[in-house]
Every structure is written in structure tokens, then in C-alpha cells.
């Protein structure tokens, strides 16, 4: 049968004894649901990772995109160590109910797309500018109308950058940092240059007043959503 998702815990077993073999290795570090499964309970799911982990084949259980009260109950059959999920300057959603859940529990917080998908770097254009392959020709936050408003909160967050003697991508990452020692961004990109930059960020120090001001600039985040509703993850349709 096909499946969009499959957490069946006979799935995950079989994916992580491939992975174990392709990578040619003895263990995973982390082994990730990347999107809860509403077929799967999640406590299966966590029943499955914890047998790997006892067969010392995974040391530490992640989750991606799930909401709070599947993180506690994933949580409650195996330790959940890691819960990465979309943050940023420009995506919020996550400080309502998710971070004050993972703080609760004790579990660290893995921001992917931090840059926002490319709008907190210099070079970002129209959503008709991107080809049809390209999430963005589509992403409601490079649409018409959104897309100039978002713009216009990069000129100013550009300008806040300047003053640190920083850019406006070190900004978006030394926020995050900002957040807590429990935050850890993941940028990705391929360019050397990039990577220097994204390295550097570390050494931007932001003061009480600069957060202020970046959340004059972006009170809510970005304007557009991150998904199609459709794609939402559950937790957050419901939000």
C-alpha cells in the first residue's frame, strides 16, 4: 500500500538497519520522525525507537513538526531529545505552545529554516521570478502583496544589522541564538562563503534593546503563511 507517511514500527526498523548499512556504521546519533504519522500511534513510534535504542543501534530519539501533546506522549515512552521544527525571525508559531513544552520536558529545540527559507539573505526576488520547481514561485510569503511587505521588514532589519556590523543573515541566526542556550539553528547552503557567514553570527551579541526592535519590525513574523494549509502540521491548523 502506499503511504505518504509510514511509522509503522516494522518501517522503522527496516529503514534503520538500511541506514546502518549505507552509511556503514554501528549506530545512528539521532534517529528523526519527520512528521508525525496519524495512522501510526505515536506511542508505537516511540515503543520502536526505544527497542533500537536498547539494541545500541540509535542513541537518541528526535521528532520533527509535532505538536504538544504528541511530544508528551512520545516523550513518556521514550525520551524525546530533540524536537526540530521551523523557527525564525519571520516564523513564530512555535513560542505559543511548542517551545514551553520542549523547555518543560527538557528537551532541545533544532530550528530548521532559519533564514526563512532564503528571504533573510540579500539575494531574494518575486515568487514569479522563481521557476515551477521552486517552492517559492509558490510560497505564499513571495506572493503579491506579501512579498513587499516582507521586503520592507528586510530593508529594516537590514538597517539593524548594519549598526551590529553584521548582515541581515547573521542577524536572522544570532536571534535565534538569542532565544536560548536550548536553540540551535541549522542553516543549510553550499557556498563556502555562506558557511563563513553563518559561522559568524555566533560572534553577533544582540542587547535587550535590538530584540525589542526586531520584534517592532516582525511583531508576528513574516506576512504569508510557511505552508498551504493543507500541508500545516496538525498543531498548527488547529492554532
Wanted: hydrophobic share 40%; charged share 25%; proline share 7%.
Amino acid at each position: 500500500m502506499d503511504r505518504a507517511l509510514d511509522s509503522r514500527p516494522e518501517h522503522i526498523r527496516e529503514v534503520a538497519d538500511n541506514s546502518l548499512r549505507f552509511l556503514g556504521t554501528d549506530h545512528i546519533d539521532v534517529l528523526y520522525q519527520h512528521r508525525v504519522d496519524p495512522g501510526v500511534p505515536i506511542e508505537d513510534v516511540a515503543g520502536a525507537v526505544k527497542e533500537l535504542i536498547e539494541a545500541g543501534k540509535v542513541r537518541y530519539f528526535g521528532l520533527s513538526e509535532a505538536g504538544p501533546d504528541d511530544i508528551r506522549r512520545a516523550h513518556a515512552v521514550q525520551p524525546v531529545t530533540v524536537l526540530q521544527t521551523e523557527y525564525s525571525v519571520f516564523e513564530r508559531g512555535v513560542e505559543q505552545e511548542i517551545l514551553p513544552t520542549t523547555r518543560e520536558l527538557g528537551i532541545g529545540f533544532v530550528a530548521y529554516s532559519p533564514l526563512g527559507r532564503g528571504f533573510l539573505t540579500s539575494a531574494v526576488k518575486p515568487a514569479s521570478q522563481y521557476g515551477p520547481d521552486d517552492m517559492r514561485s509558490r510560497d505564499e510569503r513571495w506572493q503579491p502583496g506579501n512579498y513587499e511587505r516582507n521586503v520592507a521588514a528586510i530593508e529594516q532589519l537590514t538597517e539593524l544589522a548594519r549598526a551590529k556590523n553584521a548582515s541581515v543573515t547573521q542577524l536572522a541566526l544570532a536571534w535565534l541564538l538569542a532565544q536560548g542556550d536550548d536553540i540551535v539553528p541549522i542553516p543549510g547552503t553550499r557556498s563556502p562563503d555562506r558557511l563563513a557567514e553563518n559561522v559568524g553570527a555566533a560572534d553577533v551579541r544582540l542587547t535587550a534593546d535590538d530584540l525589542r526592535r526586531v520584534d517592532e519590525i516582525v511583531p508576528g513574523g513574516s506576512f504569508g503563511s510557511r505552508y498551504p494549509e493543507a500541508m500545516m502540521p496538525a498543531w498548527e491548523r488547529a492554532g
